[in-house]
């Protein structure tokens, strides 16, 4: 994601009706913050959202959360939702290490990551989201039947990826190194912003979808 400061965006995104202030450490709370008892899904790494509002739309039965660590980039978001308002879509500013702030035991009941940052040099792997770590933190607040979709055109991560599941306990259900050439797995995909610009160039897509066993 191109990083150019936007003077403001701090503060837009703070006086945003669908961000979740900063303070507000809402685990536990997202039934009250929705209003209703639908199940929660989130992004982490949302970009400017495109991804999760056009699933949103296509799921008002269910309720979303994006999760983007530069106000920036979530500005964007912000400007889409204020064009085209969705019920059951919030955002939270925040690195994702601290996810289990927002997010009680067992509250969540999908992960996305879409082109997470690939952090390549080895001494960063543990800010990679598909580390160990983050893995480790995903388990806590996935429901016992939630699991974890993630999808990038860096075979490098996504080979790391792979290598993470087995020693922290998680299980691989589906897999595909073309995804955008498997009919199955590529039903109902939807692009986000990353996939339609590398897909363009002619880079395969890789995805899995993985879930935790109990341990
Ligand atoms: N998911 C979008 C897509 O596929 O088009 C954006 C991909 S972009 C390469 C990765 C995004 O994840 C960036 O906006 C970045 O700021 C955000 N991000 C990376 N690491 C993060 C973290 N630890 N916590 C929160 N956001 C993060």
């Known amino acids: 994601m191109r990083l150019r400061n936007i003077p403001g965006s701090r503060e837009a995104i703070g006086n945003s009706e669908y961000v979740i202030p900063e303070e507000n450490e809402c685990a536990g709370k997202w039934k009250e913050i929705f209003g209703n008892e639908q199940p929660v899904h989130i992004e982490i790494g949302t970009g400017k959202g495109r991804f999760l509002m056009e699933l949103a739309e296509k799921h008002p039965e269910i309720n979303y959360v994006g999760i983007e660590k530069y106000s920036s980039v979530l500005l964007r978001a912000i400007q889409k939702m204020e064009e085209n308002p969705l019920p059951n879509v919030r955002f939270i500013r925040m690195e994702a290490e601290h996810i289990l702030r927002y997010f009680e035991k067992g509250e969540v009941g999908r992960v996305y990551l879409n082109f997470s940052d690939p ?95 109990k341990i």
Request: hydrophobic share 30%.
């Open 119 to 213: 952090w390549p040099k080895e001494r960063h792997a543990k800010r990679r989201l598909v580390s160990r770590e983050f893995l480790d933190r995903y388990r806590v607040l996935l429901k016992p039947d939630g699991h974890l979709e993630f999808k990038t055109d860096n075979k490098d991560l996504f080979d790391f990826g792979v290598e993470q599941t087995e020693p922290a306990h998680w299980e691989i259900i589906e897999i595909t190194y073309d995804l955008h050439h498997d009919e199955k797995m590529n039903a109902g995909n939807i692009m986000t912003e990353y996939e339609e610009r590398f897909s363009s160039k002619g880079n395969p897509i890789y995805k899995y979808i993985i879930k935790p066993y």
